[in-house]
């Protein structure tokens, strides 16, 4: 089974990208994973919250697989403590889909749509982080569920 991190739009800021990076080449250990940018709306600046969300939604919607498992990562989730998001993933990676699809959108989040195609919903904390940190964490929280799963060491060093 795959694993992807799909986000809206590029992220400006270096020291993001390479902390993904290393996270990134460190989960291939472990399952196929990648992360997939999807392009930012053009004149997004000139629109509304909702029209945006709206056209990223269809943007999302348009790419995805019938089979595939979508999970959004939004403040109003689930929340787990790294141990039980570790089984959490498990779980979702013993599903049937062919890939299995981790989701943060935009600057206002998700369309009603996406959230209606969507499986379920992870929250990474109570607090409100900006789009652009949440990959990094994400990524750095799905390589510590993976070596939790194995019984490694990196979730106590």
Do not use: C
Request: hydrophobic share 40%; charged share 25%; no cysteine.
């Amino acid at each position: 089974m795959k694993v992807e991190l799909w986000v809206v739009g590029k992220t400006q800021f270096k020291y993001l990208k390479e902390g993904m990076e290393i996270y990134e080449k460190r989960l291939r250990k472990y399952v196929p994973f990648q992360t997939v940018v999807l392009p930012d709306i053009k004149n997004a600046k000139n629109m509304t919250p909702d029209l945006l969300k709206n056209k990223e939604g269809v943007m999302i919607l348009n790419k995805l697989d019938k089979n595939d498992l979508l999970i959004l990562l939004d403040e109003n989730g689930k929340t787990f403590t790294s141990e039980k998001f570790a089984f959490w993933v498990e779980k979702q990676l013993q599903h049937s889909a062919r890939k299995v699809i981790f989701l943060i959108g935009g600057a206002y989040g998700f369309s009603e749509e996406v959230y209606k195609r969507s499986q379920q919903k992870v929250a990474l904390s109570s607090m409100t982080f900006s789009h652009q940190m949440v990959r990094l964490f994400f990524i750095e929280q799905f390589y510590r569920a993976l070596t939790i799963l194995k019984n490694e060491p990196y979730h106590h060093s």
